[in-house]
């Protein structure tokens, strides 16, 4: 069902993830978005966000995520997040600072053109030429503050 339009800014799209093989709902975000935006396999993404976090000290981590480490089924650290999409090659732009306020929402008129992979609260999505292409709409009617965005140098 990837590639599926339902209005003018979503598509849905779950980067490759059934065609990989697998099946229901989960917290890959992080691999859907990098998938999608890169057009890297699905397979391929997730097994090296896996790598990468094989090198992470679990221990170092407060609360309920101490002794966890990264995961692209059920969710990525920020850091490990910015250090794996920056190994690809891709440039960080923030688009909000603490005290700043909303200043970028998720859409198009908002957003450069090209392929995006933008960061949200609580979420990754990919963003092509000003379109959402993810396993739901995470714009909240063009309301959803955008943290900043990985893009292409």
Request: proline letters at 5%; one cysteine or more; a positive charge.
């Amino acid at each position: 069902m990837s590639g599926v339009t339902f209005n003018t800014g979503w598509v849905y799209d779950d980067g490759g993830r059934k065609a990989a093989g697998y099946t229901g709902d989960t917290g890959d975000c992080v691999c859907r978005a990098v998938a999608i935006a890169t057009g890297l396999p699905y397979q391929q993404v997730y097994d090296a966000i896996n790598e990468s976090a094989e090198i992470e000290r679990p221990g170092a981590r407060r609360g309920r995520q101490r002794g966890r480490r990264s995961s692209a089924r059920t969710g990525v650290f920020k850091q490990t997040t910015r250090k794996f999409i920056e190994a690809l090659g891709w440039t960080w732009t923030p688009t909000m600072t603490i005290g700043s306020g909303c200043t970028v929402h998720l859409r198009a008129d908002e957003l450069p053109p090209g392929r995006l992979i933008v960061s949200v609260s609580k979420h990754l999505t990919a963003v092509v030429d000003g379109v959402v292409h993810d396993t739901h709409d995470p714009r909240r009617d063009g309301t959803r503050c955008v943290y900043g965005y990985w893009s292409r140098p």
